[in-house]
């Protein structure tokens, strides 16, 4: 079957061959296809991806909590206790008593349904998603600077033309595997690359320079380089004047920096500031790359936002070879955000306080405007409503919450907290063990429908396995659900095409314009970019040729001050815990632990610490370790690293219970798009023997 990589933003093509002998186990080959985005290639958890989807630990039935335990129930009875209970609350509590939390790899069919679920069945404002966890920073940035929020702003294909490439925050070679080779050929044709992390990584490696940052000062490390480009006379002072604003002021507040306390601050040598910014500056193309590195921290949104005016100062975008490019997280980290799940939003990247995009939209679905409820909150502040018992009942689908918010112990005693607790799921969560009801949903080799890349490019995913058991497609449940709360008229679809037929609809004339796309273009073209306005235009590949999508045309530019991370290194916590993730796992690791091949390879969580720093704190290679910050404690085995800054230890987020990294990391958000901290927060180290040693002899 012809199908396609659930997992990161590249969105892999593949065929999956199953192949049958009497007697025998089902074997499986998988075939790397090509698209314009990964030209052929799959990684390892591409080619291990079908495991998770075709393992006995599938959820095949609807499950209802009885007495502590699970026991199956028909479709009609679960609907009718969702019936049930929902209506209840809401007479009771009112509509916004019932939230709904999405997730960053669905169809964009799915996330576009899953809004209007919550807008139109439920009549709630409280649904966010867990995308907002990975690219809520750079997309407000690339909103506030451009007037558009689109992962790359050219294609995959300029990677290769641009003389220079800065990589902050960002470990590709992990993360985006089928992407390196971009890179390659780029370092092949002499461009210089400059990695920024505070870690030794894959990514790095391949580097010419890499900036070994202190974690969370980022955005005062752009500060440095923007310093140099204007004291080195590196600015295109043409492009500046004729298609920016805010000049004066930037230029202004450069000039009140020091260099020496940047790099004091930054943890990066002045001589290292100015060599990467003076190839940045002279080269006649460049590209700049960000990830969560820099947008998980409570200034993520200002970090990306400097990482743009290294872009628009030195006026390397809109141009064969320059450009910037967030690099998604999730599957459909782009599309599920575009179409309805996050707070504020409503298809087609329009705002749901917006009385234009309202009334646009409430047409499109047949709705009075004023049915529409207002602006919800943010992912994790849901969680807070959660616990303040704001919202009584969750409706969660294709996400793991407990493990994927900050603060995770407190996520966790909210859960606890409701009224009634929907997980709509593939596999068993660690979320899905606390629900009261669990509803089976199909695997993406199962379910058919559109994703969009991390390039804007929209493509069209096939599915032809039949579902197992009982599971059915997400977007059907939410069908099914509408259908039973009274609300089925606006739900009638038969097919993710034809929700697809509606999403377009929905979103002509908005920010992310989907209208010209249609299932039997993607068929034919590989995939198509957003914007497309027609049927007969060719998408946008490369935006801001002329233009930036701002009334005036004009990207913005901004002076963003040095400030150090919220929480900071104290004696009682000496070092900074900083995340992120392994090759062989995806997300918080629900589907990769169930694969065998991927599990194998990894089959614990770890941190990563600096042998100095190791032996100043008892600790040694390989054994269990206890991390903790003022939040709560987890259990890792620890392996030394001379690749990590001594005061920084690292652990991977794709793990649960006792190892889950997010029982630590701190829950302040950003203040403009309310990003947790994931990426800096401070703990301390100890050696488990030693703890369970003294606490025996408390005893």
């Not at 659930?6 to 999956?16: D, G």
């Amino acid at each position: 079957m012809n199908t396609q990589c659930p997992f990161c933003s590249v969105q892999c093509k593949m065929q999956v061959i199953e192949e049958r002998s009497a007697g025998k186990r089902p074997a499986y080959t998988v075939i790397p296809t090509p698209n314009a985005a990964s030209e052929g290639r799959l990684c390892i958890k591409g080619m291990n991806a079908y495991q998770h989807a075709l393992t006995g630990e599938r959820l095949l039935h609807p499950m209802m909590k009885q007495d502590g335990q699970f026991v199956r129930i028909t479709w009609e009875e679960a609907y009718s206790l969702i019936e049930q209970k929902f209506t209840a609350l809401q007479g009771q509590y009112g509509n916004d008593a019932i939230g709904v939390y999405g997730g960053g790899s669905l169809t964009n069919e799915s996330a576009y349904l899953l809004g209007k679920f919550a807008r139109i069945a439920l009549r709630s404002k409280y649904i966010d998603y867990n995308g907002r966890f990975c690219m809520s920073a750079a997309a407000s940035a690339g909103n506030k600077a451009f007037g558009i929020d689109r992962g790359l702003t050219n294609q995959l294909a300029d990677i290769e033309r641009a003389e220079c490439i800065v990589l902050a925050g960002t470990n590709i070679a992990e993360c985006q595997p089928t992407l390196m080779p971009y890179f390659t050929r780029a370092k092949e044709k002499g461009a210089y690359i400059i990695a920024i992390d505070p870690r030794e990584t894959g990514t790095t490696r391949a580097a010419d320079l890499h900036l070994r940052v202190k974690p969370g000062m980022d955005a005062s490390l752009a500060n440095g380089m923007l310093k140099v480009l204007l004291e080195e006379g590196l600015i295109d002072e043409s492009f500046v004047q004729q298609r920016t604003k805010g000049f004066g002021e930037l230029k202004a507040h450069l000039e009140g920096l020091n260099l020496e306390e940047i790099a004091e601050l930054t943890g990066v040598p002045v001589k290292l500031i100015r060599q990467a910014a003076i190839a940045y500056g002279k080269a006649s193309t460049g590209m700049v790359f960000t990830a969560r590195g820099v947008e998980q921290q409570t200034d993520g949104y200002m970090a990306v936002r400097n990482f743009l005016n290294l872009v628009l100062l030195t006026g390397k975008i809109g141009k064969p070879g320059c450009g910037y490019g967030a690099v998604t997280g999730q599957g459909n980290g782009q599309g599920g955000r575009e179409h309805g799940q996050k707070a504020d939003q409503l298809p087609g990247y329009r705002l749901i306080e917006n009385p234009e995009d309202r009334a646009y939209v409430a047409d499109v679905w047949g709705i009075d405007p004023g049915e529409l409820p207002g602006k919800g909150v943010s992912a994790y502040e849901m969680m807070e409503k959660v616990h303040e018992q704001e919202i009584r009942a969750l409706f969660v689908m294709g996400s793991n919450p407990i493990v994927s918010n900050p603060n995770a112990n407190f996520v966790e005693e909210g859960l606890r907290k409701l009224d009634f607790l929907v997980v709509a799921d593939m596999l068993m969560s660690e979320t899905a063990q606390l629900a009261d009801l669990i509803l089976p949903a199909t695997a993406y080799l199962e379910n058919e429908g559109t994703l969009t890349n991390l390039e804007g490019r929209v493509l069209l995913r096939q599915s032809s396995r039949p579902a197992p058991g009982e599971a059915k497609h997400d977007w059907q449940i939410l069908c099914d659900v509408a259908e039973k709360l009274g609300r089925g008229q606006y739900f009638s679809f038969e097919s993710a095409e034809s929700i697809f037929d509606e999403l377009r609809l929905a979103s002509r004339g908005g920010i992310a314009d989907y209208y010209g796309i249609t299932y039997d273009r993607l068929r034919r073209e590989e995939g198509v970019y957003w914007p497309c306005p027609a049927p007969d235009h060719p998408g946008a590949k490369r935006l801001f040729e002329s233009s930036f999508a701002h009334e005036d045309g004009r990207a913005e530019l901004i002076a963003v001050q040095n400030h150090l991370p919220k929480e900071q290194v104290s004696a009682e916590y000496p070092l900074y815990l900083t995340t992120g993730r392994v090759l062989t796992h995806y997300l918080t690791g629900v589907q990769t632990r169930k694969s065998h091949s991927l599990a194998a390879r990894d089959v614990e969580s770890f941190m990563e610490i600096h042998p100095r720093t190791a032996k100043k704190h008892r600790i040694e290679d390989a054994t269990l370790v206890k991390v903790e910050s003022v939040r709560g404690s987890i259990f890792v085995r620890c392996r030394l690293s001379n690749d990590i800054r001594e005061d920084t230890v690292f652990v991977p987020m794709h793990w649960g219970d006792t190892q889950n990294v997010n029982k630590i990391t701190n829950q302040a958000l950003d203040p403009t798009c309310r990003m947790p901290g994931f990426k800096v927060c401070a703990v301390r180290v100890s050696p488990l023997v030693v703890e369970a040693a003294i606490g025996h002899l408390a005893k």
